[in-house]
């Protein structure tokens, strides 16, 4: 068991985009829900931990006093040896919590910054603004956690090419270690999906978007930032190694109101709702809502799906380790389809996504599938 999530559900803003699990944190029973989230963490077998990641929601919302209750039992109760990740909002990243944060051995710092653009940050209903990213930044590195990653989005309603190459500006005058570039979503029962729906909202067609993204692998290459995942790109050796942990398939615990982990062969999923979460750590010591066994089957085809996403792609070897047939023999068909669609590379140690099947993904993974 390598990893530990961590879910803060709670956000001093709701943006426009997002379907997380995730409620507004005036009036909400905050104090009750650290409470029952540390009795689920005491629950955990494991102790030692290579990676840890509080996210949300955002962990940041939370007051001085309830952050440092929250950070005070994961380091008297966990180890992490490699990677302790803390999500945070600019605006909210005083000095006081990043001093918290760093004197309990947090030592990276994923920032959602989302947009350089005022305009566009009102749109997605951000609490933050252009000055507080760079106030944000600046405290963090002058307190010495230079670690930390920016999130960013593109495809956003409003935006032009013109944006794309301003971040990408920023982004070289800044110097993060890494960065998540994920195109918008529109999920169902966010507002932006509600908003295209009445047709008040717009967004730029697939060419356009493949533009986009091409142009931001392109422009964070030339700065030094090679894509590794099909979202995020890093300076070398900044990979984000706790999620790789997902993307490799290995095992880790979730924790928190709709927390996802992977156990065994088994997926489990937490009750969602804040006030359901509490209740059912106090009556039944238990927040798991659904527990789903997977086959060897569905084991492997996640596998495929999750490690086709890094540029390294699947390692041939590693697939024989974990599951004790070739690769090569297992996908026989489907491989030799992939690569004559020009979709997949096979170096003959490990199979990995071209630029072409990175347009394609879905369409790629789908044809892993053996267990419908």
Avoid at 137 to 162: A, F, R, V, W
Avoid at 179 to 195: G, K, R
Avoid at 336 to 365: A, C, H, P, Q
Wanted: aromatic content about 12%.
């Amino acid at each position: 068991m390598k990893s530990l999530y961590i879910h803060i559900p709670f956000c001093n803003r709701i943006c426009t985009y997002c379907d997380f699990t995730k409620v507004l944190i005036k009036n909400q029973p905050v104090d009750e829900y650290l409470d029952a989230l540390i009795m689920e963490l005491e629950s955990l077998e494991h102790k030692n931990f290579e990676t840890i990641y509080v996210g949300g929601g955002t962990p940041t919302a939370l007051s001085l006093k309830q952050l440092e209750k929250l950070l005070s039992f994961i380091a008297d109760r966990f180890t992490v040896s490699v990677e302790y990740t803390f999500e945070a909002n600019p605006d909210e990243v005083t000095t006081e919590k990043l001093d918290l944060l760093k004197n309990y051995g947090v030592n990276r710092v994923s920032l959602g910054v989302q947009s350089f653009n005022d305009d566009i940050l009102k749109v997605l209903n951000r609490s933050h603004n252009f000055d507080d990213i760079f106030r944000s930044i600046n405290h963090l590195e002058k307190i010495g956690l230079s670690n930390y990653s920016m999130d960013l989005m593109y495809n956003l309603p409003g935006e032009t090419m013109q944006d794309i190459e301003t971040s990408l500006n920023y982004i070289e005058e800044l110097k993060p270690k890494h960065i998540s570039w994920y195109s918008l979503i529109i999920e169902p029962h966010t507002v932006f999906y509600n908003q295209i729906k009445k047709g008040t909202l717009k967004i730029a067609d697939d060419n356009i978007e493949a533009e986009k993204y091409d142009r931001v692998i392109e422009g964070l290459q030339q700065l030094g930032y090679p894509q590794y995942e099909i979202s995020n790109f890093a300076v070398p050796e900044f990979h984000s190694a706790h999620n790789k942990t997902y993307w490799l398939n290995e095992h880790y615990y979730g924790t928190g109101a709709g927390a996802h982990g992977y156990v065994g062969n088994q997926r489990y999923y937490n009750i969602k709702p804040v006030p359901h979460y509490i209740k059912s750590m106090k009556e039944n010591n238990s927040v798991v809502k659904e527990t789903i066994s997977l086959t060897e089957v569905e084991q492997i085809e996640e596998e495929m799906f999750l490690g086709l996403r890094l540029s390294d792609g699947v390692l041939k070897s590693r697939f024989k380790d974990k599951y004790g047939m070739s690769l090569d023999d297992y996908y026989k068909d489907e491989l030799n389809y992939l690569k004559d669609k020009k979709w997949i590379n096979d170096d003959g140690t490990r199979v990995s996504l071209t630029e072409n099947g990175r347009m394609v993904g879905n369409e790629v993974f789908m044809s892993f599938l053996k267990s419908t």
